[in-house]
Nanobody, 120 residues
Framework: QIQLVESGGGLVQAGGSLTLSCRYS????????TGWFRQAPGKHREYVASVTWGDNTSWYSDPVKGRFTVSLNEATNTLSLVIMNLEPDDTAVYTC?????????????WGQGTQVTVSS
């Protein structure tokens, strides 16, 4: 029922910008948050940014503050992530996820991921 599909990844030069999109379906107003995670080769998956539903508040991890912008467009069922001034360390598989319950408040649905590769 709940599905999330990412797009927009690719090969980008350092210093460039990239916009990732996550089209979702099946999410209701009971959703607590939708967010982005990333995982580089040999590293654990880490939280990147998210939007809490209802108040539409954006949240960011410290490493990406100032360069990443997350936004939720409910009209198009799209969660976006704009990445500016890309760095080689941004290379990772980026995955969007949803915390479908305001009660549980845990990410329980995940997309397939999209590869972002930053060349120097």
């Amino acid at each position: 029922q709940i599905q999330l599909v990412e797009s927009g990844g690719g090969l980008v030069q350092a210093g460039g910008s990239l916009t990732l999109s996550c089209r979702y379906s099946g999410l209701t107003s009971s959703t607590y948050a939708t967010g982005w995670f990333r995982q580089a080769p040999g590293k654990h998956r880490e939280y990147v940014a998210s939007v809490t539903w209802g108040d539409n508040t954006s949240w960011y991890s410290d490493p990406v503050k100032g360069r990443f912008t997350v936004s939720l467009n409910e009209a198009t069922n799209t969660l976006s992530l704009v990445i500016m001034n890309l760095e080689p360390d941004d290379t990772a598989v980026y995955t969007c996820a949803a915390a479908s319950s305001k009660v549980r408040r845990r990410y329980d649905y995940w997309g397939q991921g999209t590869q972002v590769t930053v060349s120097s």
